[in-house]
């Protein structure tokens, strides 16, 4: 079974701070994904990576940024958090050759205060 | 512009029943419907998903009809149990677009009462 694993389930930070979610995922998956998921939004994409460095922006990619150093791990960073980051974050894999569904982490809840 | 559109927003079912949520989708691109069911505390699990090559598909007391001329999909949940209780999110995405993102519909969340 493909495991998607985020570092912290929870996860309580102070605004200005910089904050680091992290992602790995055992299947050599290619693609990689950052969502952020909001009672009555659904999920919406942040950022994305197709491959080791590569990324492309979502549909909310302001005051994110992404980091793939290695083809496993996708870390998503919070330059200087605030108060409306404050969200369920969810990481998810999937393979670049097929349309495929996309493997899921178990989130990351994190609350700025 | 939102191009999953789900409803209904919320959904409570007698155990037993029929649970009915439908989704409709813009682009004419997207070639795969994955539904996804997902717990609290857990993050989506995929549930079922269809190609447009087909009209239905069903797995157990999941099944997903598709109406490729009105750019609709429904997910139908027979003698639903108070375990199926989750938020259930349709989603579509195309080939050849390289990443396979998915577009998400909003989500519906789904009680099952006794």
């Known amino acids: 079974d493909v495991k998607v694993t985020q570092s912290s389930r929870y996860l309580v930070k102070r605004t200005g701070e910089k904050v680091f979610l992290e992602c790995v995922q055992d299947?050599?998956?290619?693609?990689m994904f950052w969502y952020r998921q909001d009672p009555g939004l659904g999920l919406r994409l942040i950022y994305f990576s197709y491959d080791v460095k590569m990324k492309e922006k979502g549909d909310i990619p302001e005051g994110y940024s992404v980091s793939r150093e290695k083809k496993e791990r996708f870390s998503l960073i919070l330059e200087s958090a605030s108060t409306n980051q404050t969200s369920m974050y969810l990481c998810a894999s999937v393979t670049a050759y097929s349309n495929q569904p996309q493997h899921f982490g178990d989130g990351t809840r994190l609350s700025i205060l | 512009q939102q191009q999953v559109k789900q409803s209904p927003q919320s959904l409570i079912v007698q155990k037993g029943g029929i649970s009915i949520i439908n989704c409709a989708y813009e682009?004419?691109?997207?070639?795969?419907f994955p539904w996804y069911q997902q717990f609290p505390g857990k993050g989506p699990a995929l549930l079922i998903a269809?190609?447009?090559?087909?009209s239905e598909k069903k797995e157990g007391r999941f099944t997903i009809s598709f109406n490729k001329s009105a750019k609709q999909f429904s997910l139908h949940i027979m003698d639903s149990q108070p375990g199926d209780s989750a938020t259930y999110f349709c989603a579509a995405s195309r080939s050849g677009a390289g990443s396979y993102q998915l577009t998400f519909g909003k989500g519906t969340k789904l009680s099952v009462i006794p």
């Open positions: 299947m050599d998956h290619e693609n």
């Open positions: 269809i190609r447009p090559d087909v």
């Open positions: 682009n004419t691109a997207f070639d795969y």
